[in-house]
C-alpha cells in the first residue's frame, strides 16, 4: 500500500465524519471543539486533585505535570511534526478543499498532521487515569477526548489519521509523564496503596468521580442549550 492510497483512504474515511449540513450541529461542534468550554471540567479536576491530596507539594506535583503534559505535546505538534511534514488541513488543501464541508468558514491557517487537539486531550485523559485509577473516571476522561477528537473531523480541521496519530502520541505522553508523577511521589513518600471500596488504590475518593461526571453532563447539556438557542 503506498503513501498516496492511504492519503485517499484518510479522505474517505473522513467524509463519514465531516459535517452534516446542519445548523445545530454545527454551533454545536464549534462549541465543543473550544478549550474554553471545557474550563469547568478543568477546575473539577483541580478540585478532586486538591480535595485528595495531603500537602501542597502534592497538589503541586500533579499540576506541574498536568502542565508538562501540554507542553510536551503542544511542542511536538505545533513546533516540531506541523511545520516539518507541512499537510494543509482538509479545508485549506487544494485539491480536498472543495469537498469537506466548512462551518463558518472556518478552513485552518496552519498544518493539519498531527492534530493537537486530540494529543493534549489523549494527554491529560490518560494522565488523570492512571492517576485516579477508577474505571468509570477513565472512561469519562477518554470519552472527553474522544468528542473532542471528532469535533476536529467534523468541522475539517484534520483527516483520521491526524486524529489518531495525535490520540496516540498524546496517550503516550500522557503514560510517561505519569511514570515521572509516580517516581517523584514515591521519592516524596506518597506511594501508598489504599485498600477501601471508598477510595481507589492511589487514594482518590470514588464519590469524587461523581463531580468529574456532573461536571462533563453540565457541560454537555449547556452545550447543547447555547447551540439551540443560537440556532
Known sequence: MDLQTIVEMDRQVLGVFNGAHNMFLDTLMITLTSGVTWVPLYIALLYIVVKNKETMAQVTLMVVCCALCLMITELVTEGYVKPLVARPRPGSDPEWMNMVHVVNGRRGSDYSFFSA????????????????????FTWLMLGWSLVNCYTRLYLAMHYPFDILVGFTFGAIVGSLVYLVYWLADKQGGSGQRYVSSQYTSTGYAVADVDVVAFTLAAVGILSVVVSLMMH
Open 117 to 136: 487537539h486530540a494529543a493534549n486531550t489523549s494527554g491529560i485523559a490518560v494522565f488523570f487515569a492512571w492517576a485516579v485509577r477508577n474505571k468509570v
